[in-house]
């Protein structure tokens, strides 16, 4: 506590000295960047996100980046993209982070073509147009920006953008181990501001940690037979009693720094009874009635400790025949500084059958969160109030996963910091429709500006 006080006072002071800075990049152009963006359909198996990283090349070169400074690399059907503003001393670089792919979506089930942006009612609907297609454009449009009026940041900036961030993550670990050696990283794809249905904005959240994704496979054999001739096992209904189990369970809640400073800052803004109870975990993480109503709250669930949910289930082989295998995907969100194998023990012990094995995903592995560096802290803290002035700075931990999961695993510190300020019902990443409002790219392109030219000096 004595330690975020003193860095929020540091980045006080470095707020209160920090220098006005040049006009932003233009509000058309990234609108029209970010519209191109969506027109790509960077979906999985579509082979399309090499044409966005081009695309990206291509308007970067425009503002003046030399090939040399822009290195586009082929991974199987996707790739990853890395430009460079160079710095003028040796000192680690900055990276940015974002990523290029996007989830499916039917068609069908849209109102609108999920892959032709249409501007409409104040709003951009496309896939990807939240996740992660706005902020991506606007770094790229910053980026661009910072190189037509021949800015020179002491640290280089690398922007680095996947191509498979939805799913395997493939390019983000060949990013981090390419560039392990920077500074920090900035996060276009974590933090940002909620705005009240009021249109007021309510807090912005500085993003410092992320839970751990990792995935458990439940597995069941037997030497199955004729159904006509029933065993005392069976694959299936043991694998049914093994998650049974895991759906009932709930893990020990927890807190760390983000979560005990955070929540309270929240609970002031959302009030009622998940405010008053967020109050009261952050006081007491043992409070049973503050936990009940959090875990009742699919928003705020995800702050208190780590969650396990089964997901895929597969099993059985015939109609007619006694299942010989069967499995389940156990999906389990750990909390930050907690080891994949503490929760592979527990669920082993929850499950307490040594006909189930539980099997570890080899490429699960967890990473603690970052520091609340002061000069981060007060580089955000400006770009915030320039937009909301006063608004609440929260320090927060993600529920899910980003690009910065596979940073802060070697060792560089990452923050999300989007420059996206929207509502809570306005948000439809990964969902029908999905949309971002057309009057928040012009304060997101003021946000980026300031963070880059602040943190870059």
Not at 146 to 153: Q, S, V, Y
Not at 272 to 301: C, M, S, W
Not at 345 to 358: G, R, S, T
Not at 384 to 391: F, I, T, Y
């Amino acid at each position: 506590m004595r330690n975020l006080t003193a860095t929020l006072a540091l980045a006080a002071a470095l707020l209160a000295a920090a220098p006005v800075h040049a006009k932003p990049a233009d509000a058309g152009a990234a609108k029209q960047i970010l519209k191109d963006s969506i027109a790509i359909p960077t979906v999985e198996g579509r082979g399309k996100v090499p044409e966005l990283a081009a695309y990206y090349a291509s308007v970067l070169k425009a503002a003046g980046y030399a090939d040399s400074d822009i290195e586009i690399t082929p991974m199987g059907e996707t790739a990853t993209f890395a430009a460079t503003l160079a710095g003028t001393t040796k000192q680690k670089p900055i990276v940015l982070l974002g990523h290029m792919d996007v989830v499916e979506a039917d068609a069908k089930d849209w109102t609108r073509d999920p892959f032709v942006p249409v501007e409409e009612n104040g709003y951009i609907f496309g896939r990807g147009s939240e996740d992660n297609k706005f902020d991506v454009s606007m770094m790229v449009a910053a980026m661009a920006q910072l190189k037509k009026e021949g800015f020179k940041p002491k640290r280089s900036i690398i922007l680095l953008l996947s191509g498979d961030e939805e799913t395997s993550m493939t390019t983000t670990r060949a990013l981090a181990a390419q560039y392990k050696g920077a500074e920090f990283a900035l996060n276009g794809d974590g933090g940002g501001g909620l705005i009240g249905e009021d249109g007021k904005p309510q807090y912005y959240g500085l993003q410092a940690g992320e839970k751990t994704y990792a995935d458990f496979v439940l597995e069941v054999t037997n030497p199955g037979g004729h159904s006509s001739r029933p065993a005392d096992t069976n694959a299936i209904v043991q694998l049914s009693t093994a998650l049974a189990k895991v759906g009932a369970y709930r893990f020990t809640p927890q807190q760390n720094e983000l979560t005990k400073i955070g929540m309270p800052i929240v609970a002031d803004q959302v009030g009622g009874a998940i405010g008053a109870a967020l109050k009261a975990f952050a006081a007491n993480p043992a409070d049973a009635k503050a936990i009940a109503t959090i875990r009742a709250d699919p928003e705020y669930v995800g702050q208190i400790g780590t969650t396990c949910v089964p997901t895929l289930v597969k099993g059985g082989h015939a109609e007619n025949a006694l299942p010989q295998r069967a499995t389940a995907n156990i999906n389990c969100r750990i909390f930050p500084g907690i080891a994949v194998e503490t929760v592979r023990a527990e669920l082993e012990k929850l499950i307490a059958d040594p006909a189930v094995k539980v099997n570890t995903d080899p490429d699960a592995s967890a990473s603690d969160a970052s520091p609340l560096r002061p000069d981060v802290v007060g580089a955000v803290t400006k770009a915030v109030h320039a937009r909301a002035p006063g608004l609440p700075i929260v320090p927060s931990m993600s529920g899910g996963a980003t690009d910065s999961y596979h940073f802060r695993k070697v060792g560089v510190p990452s923050y999300g910091v989007a420059g996206l300020f929207s509502k809570a019902s306005d948000s439809f990443a990964h969902g029908l429709n999905e949309r971002v409002p057309v009057d928040a790219i012009a304060p997101a392109l003021a946000h980026w500006d300031s963070l880059l030219r602040d943190l870059s000096k």
